[in-house]
């Protein structure tokens, strides 16, 4: 019976003209100018700060279903934010960008959102450039991991992640403060 699989010589024949071609198209590449980029890895420390109520609300309930009610964990809401980041957990620490998006319970059952949003930087180095942060939150768990999909400016091509632990959550004042461990690559 004739098979239709290439040899383990013929594979490695191929391979091996594979990466010969590639090392002369960026050897050319190089001699055109275009300068090899090096990763960069960045740590950033934040804390995000949110006031549920009150005048001065971050957060805003713009949809939610008939049965929204019916679930402790508000399955079905929908909730945008601009909610503040700032440098330390005080509330009057500085603030360094906003987080702004949406906020979404999407389990019936458990505490935990679909989050997406951008932090844009309003301060410092990282001045107008922002972060994507798309992922699951389950707000109680003592820590959780939000991924870091893309980034702009100085965070262009950023990939990474956040290590989120609440630090106040106030229900009286509405207040909740939650440190930000970021770590991101990028160009
Ligand atoms: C940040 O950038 C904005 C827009 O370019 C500018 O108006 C603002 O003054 C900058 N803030 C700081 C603290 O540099
Ligand atoms: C965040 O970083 C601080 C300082 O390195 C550390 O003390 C803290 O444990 C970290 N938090 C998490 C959730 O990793």
Do not use: C, W
């Not at 239709?4 to 590449?29: D, K, M, N, W």
């Not at 190089?30 to 934040?46: A, C, I, N, S, V």
């Amino acid at each position: 019976m004739a098979s239709s699989a290439p040899s383990p010589a013929t594979s490695l024949r191929v391979l091996f003209f594979f990466l010969l071609i590639v090392t002369f198209a960026s050897g050319e590449a190089g001699d055109y100018g275009l300068h090899p980029r090096t990763e960069k890895t960045t740590h950033l420390q934040l804390y995000f700060h949110e006031l549920n109520f009150g005048p001065d609300a971050t957060v805003i309930r713009v949809a939610q279903a008939p049965t929204t009610d019916k679930f402790v964990t508000a399955f079905g809401a929908v909730n945008i934010v601009d909610d503040m980041m700032k440098a330390g957990p005080d509330t009057t620490s500085r603030l360094v960008g906003r987080f702004q998006g949406v906020f979404v319970p999407a389990s019936q059952t458990e505490f935990a959102a679909l989050a997406m949003a951008n932090v844009v930087f309003v301060d410092g180095t990282y001045n107008g450039s922002s972060l994507t942060i798309l992922g699951r939150n389950s707000i109680f768990a003592t820590v959780r991991e939000m991924p870091i999909v893309g980034g702009s400016g100085h965070f262009r091509l950023a990939r990474g992640y956040a290590l989120l632990k609440t630090r106040v959550n106030d229900p009286n004042t509405g207040l909740v403060i939650v440190q930000y461990n970021v770590t991101v690559v990028h160009y």
